[in-house]
């Protein structure tokens, strides 16, 4: 039982360059989130979905899109990176009981 | 707006002793509150969930408790380990909403 798993794990950006960060679940979860965690600030919700084909802005979404083609898949993508952007990005799927699971994290430096 | 706060942000603590973390919300009107655990440089491990019709919940050595009227919750770990060294934060989710506010966490080392 793999539970959330992102790719990559690890990542270094150029300014400009675009990415794309992949999560997969396989709990069969409706909604899933993608956060990033900066020190002293937390973890900041950037865009999230209440399943397949739905997408959501969170409270921080600019510089960033996000697709739910799958029900089992959430991407986050970057077209344009900067340097604001460093950061660890978390993904995590909600069970139905209300349980978040967490992804173990994609470090990101933008250069 | 929903605001979660935890105090203190950092705790050292000697092994073997029980302590309290604390979690505090600005709106009371709440879905479910959750514990996680983070090590460094990994992923948030859920510790307790507590729906807003509950009191408290319990798994072993951890006890969390929820009083809404107050915007609290409080996190006790009893017979700390040295294991138990972590950040814990606190997440809440308000009703008619998908979307979890984290706290910015406290940082506990227990010493052996």
């Known amino acids: 039982n793999a539970g959330v798993t992102q790719t990559p794990k690890f990542r270094v950006l150029k300014t400009g360059q675009s990415m794309t960060l992949l999560c997969a679940q396989d709990?069969?979860?409706?909604?899933m989130y993608w956060y990033r965690q900066d020190p002293g600030m937390g973890l900041r919700l950037i865009h999230y979905?209440?399943?397949?084909?739905?997408?959501a802005k969170g409270e921080v979404p600019d510089g960033y899109n996000v697709s739910r083609l799958k029900k089992q898949n959430f991407l986050l993508g970057l077209e344009s990176a900067a340097p604001s952007q460093t950061s660890v990005y978390f993904c995590?799927?909600?069970?139905?009981?209300?349980?978040?699971?967490f992804g173990q994290g994609t470090r990101l430096t933008v250069v | 707006k929903q605001e979660v706060t935890q105090i203190p942000a950092a705790l050292s603590v000697p092994e073997g002793e029980n302590l309290v973390l604390n979690c505090s919300f600005t709106?009371?009107?709440?879905?479910?509150l959750q514990w996680f655990r983070q090590d460094p440089g990994k992923g948030l491990t859920s510790l307790l969930l507590i729906q807003s019709s509950q009191r408290e919940q319990t798994s072993g050595r951890l006890n969390a408790s929820l009083d809404k009227s107050s915007g609290r919750s409080t996190l006790y770990i009893a017979a700390s380990q040295p294991g138990d060294s972590a950040t814990y934060l606190c997440a809440v989710r308000q009703p008619g909403t998908y979307k979890y506010i984290f706290g910015t966490g406290t940082r506990l080392k227990v010493l052996a």
């Open positions: 709990m069969n979860h409706e909604y």
């Open positions: 995590a799927s909600i069970g139905y009981v209300g349980e978040a699971f």
């Open positions: 979905s209440v399943g397949e084909g739905t997408t």
């Open positions: 709106d009371s009107a709440i879905y479910n």
